[in-house]
């Protein structure tokens, strides 16, 4: 028993640190292609969800968004399949101690990565419709002239958030049809049934998550915060003997730890919807397959309170026609209360750390 403890804390921790060196050694390619073909915005966000001003972010912004790259989410969308799918092909070559370290499993880590390369696809698409130059002749001119309207500044958040929905329904279909979930569970009850309605669950669950993906603001805050997220839930899968989820999750720890190495101020590049969407409807699959889903909330804590202080803002704008924050999600009403962006981001990360602690425990105890 000690060796396959051993052994499966050496996989563990060995994920983590082969993803962190990987992602590592591949962002000055990245950062060089990124800047070489100008992938950033081309103008600063004007407007709100709701179609309002945002003269807030436009003042601490205005700066950064221009001439900053998105697409630091590559790291991880690159990154963490390259390993299990690399470690999957050295199980194959007869080394015991090979096959010992492989982490890609049909029952535990194919549907998470399966997860993270569409999400990540998806989020790819959008940065890239935020970034792309109009063409100036030809072909591609008159496609840009007929369709540029619809696709310039990337996919509307309506597009996205059907994507991520389309998404959710696939990923509830599967743990209904192959692995035959239908329950989730409640700590210190036990397994609470909902049968078919499993699968709306799982894809409200998959759309909150999203929601919180507004984290990414500052520089280095997005990837703290995802990092005690994911390291939280590969503590529960590991309590639970589900190894290789565990060590899937390092593996997106250790590649959110190299974009955290470029992304601290100044940053080299942002996350973008290429992180965004693959980390929380990955992070979602995760609290599923762990059935850990409602303490989701707790060790997530932070991106409950970015997406909570924007439906708050907007509910009080259209019913009250008044303001609750100064600016919305949370970090920038921070901001325009005159914090520094260093004291914001590692306040979210204290915050994000202890959370997740607690989320661990309540969920070991339960």
């Given at each position: 028993?000690?060796?396959d403890?051993?052994?499966?804390?050496i996989?563990?921790?060995?994920a983590g640190?082969?993803s962190f060196?990987l992602a590592?050694?591949?962002t000055?390619?990245?950062?060089?292609?990124?800047y070489?073909?100008e992938?950033?915005?081309?103008?600063?966000?004007?407007?709100?969800?709701?179609g309002?001003?945002?003269?807030i972010?436009q003042?601490f912004h205005?700066?950064?968004?221009?001439g900053t790259?998105?697409?630091?989410?590559i790291?991880i969308f690159f990154?963490?399949?390259v390993?299990a799918?690399?470690?999957g092909?050295?199980?194959t070559?007869?080394?015991w101690?090979?096959?010992?370290i492989s982490?890609l499993?049909r029952s535990?880590?194919?549907l998470?990565?399966?997860?993270l390369?569409?999400?990540?696809?998806?989020?790819?698409?959008d940065?890239?419709l935020?970034?792309v130059?109009?063409p100036?002749?030809?072909?591609?001119?008159?496609?840009?002239?007929t369709?540029?309207?619809?696709?310039?500044g990337g996919l509307s958040?309506?597009?996205?958030?059907?994507?991520?929905a389309?998404?959710g329904l696939?990923?509830?279909?599967?743990?209904?049809s192959?692995?035959?979930?239908?329950?989730?569970f409640?700590?210190?009850v036990g397994p609470?049934?909902l049968?078919l309605?499993?699968i709306p669950?799982?894809m409200?669950?998959?759309?909150?998550t999203?929601?919180?993906g507004?984290?990414?603001?500052?520089?280095g805050?997005?990837?703290?915060v995802?990092?005690?997220?994911?390291?939280?839930?590969?503590i529960i899968?590991f309590?639970q003997?589900?190894?290789?989820?565990a060590?899937?999750?390092?593996?997106?720890?250790g590649?959110?730890l190299a974009f955290?190495?470029?992304n601290?101020?100044?940053?080299?590049?942002y996350?973008?919807?290429?992180g965004?969407?693959?980390?929380t409807?990955?992070?979602s699959v995760v609290?599923?397959?762990?059935?850990?889903?409602?303490v989701l909330?707790i060790?997530a804590?932070?991106l409950?309170?970015?997406?909570g202080?924007v439906?708050l803002?907007?509910l009080s704008?259209?019913?009250l026609k008044?303001?609750?924050?100064?600016?919305a999600?949370l970090?920038?009403?921070?901001?325009?209360?005159?914090?520094p962006?260093y004291k914001i981001?590692?306040?979210f990360?204290?915050?994000?750390?202890?959370?997740?602690?607690?989320g661990?425990i309540?969920?070991?105890?339960?």
């Amino acid at each position: 028993m000690e060796i396959d403890i051993t052994l499966s804390a050496i996989k563990i921790i060995l994920a983590g640190t082969a993803s962190f060196l990987l992602a590592f050694l591949i962002t000055p390619s990245l950062t060089h292609i990124l800047y070489t073909r100008e992938l950033w915005r081309k103008e600063v966000r004007s407007k709100a969800i709701d179609g309002g001003d945002v003269p807030i972010f436009q003042k601490f912004h205005k700066d950064k968004e221009v001439g900053t790259p998105r697409f630091g989410g590559i790291l991880i969308f690159f990154s963490v399949p390259v390993l299990a799918l690399l470690s999957g092909l050295l199980a194959t070559t007869g080394f015991w101690w090979l096959e010992k370290i492989s982490f890609l499993s049909r029952s535990q880590t194919w549907l998470p990565l399966a997860t993270l390369i569409a999400s990540s696809s998806v989020g790819f698409l959008d940065d890239m419709l935020q970034v792309v130059k109009p063409p100036m002749h030809g072909a591609q001119r008159w496609f840009w002239d007929t369709f540029g309207q619809y696709i310039a500044g990337g996919l509307s958040f309506r597009h996205r958030f059907l994507l991520v929905a389309i998404i959710g329904l696939v990923g509830a279909w599967w743990f209904v049809s192959k692995l035959g979930v239908t329950a989730i569970f409640v700590p210190f009850v036990g397994p609470l049934e909902l049968g078919l309605f499993f699968i709306p669950a799982f894809m409200i669950v998959m759309l909150a998550t999203y929601s919180g993906g507004v984290i990414d603001g500052l520089d280095g805050l997005a990837g703290g915060v995802f990092a005690s997220s994911f390291a939280a839930f590969g503590i529960i899968a590991f309590s639970q003997g589900q190894i290789d989820l565990a060590a899937f999750c390092m593996a997106i720890v250790g590649a959110l730890l190299a974009f955290l190495w470029f992304n601290i101020p100044p940053a080299r590049f942002y996350m973008g919807e290429t992180g965004v969407i693959g980390l929380t409807a990955t992070l979602s699959v995760v609290a599923f397959l762990t059935n850990s889903v409602l303490v989701l909330p707790i060790i997530a804590l932070p991106l409950v309170m970015e997406s909570g202080s924007v439906i708050l803002q907007l509910l009080s704008k259209k019913f009250l026609k008044k303001k609750i924050f100064e600016a919305a999600p949370l970090h920038h009403h921070f901001e325009a209360k005159g914090w520094p962006h260093y004291k914001i981001t590692m306040r979210f990360w204290i915050i994000g750390v202890v959370a997740a602690f607690v989320g661990v425990i309540i969920r070991l105890l339960g």
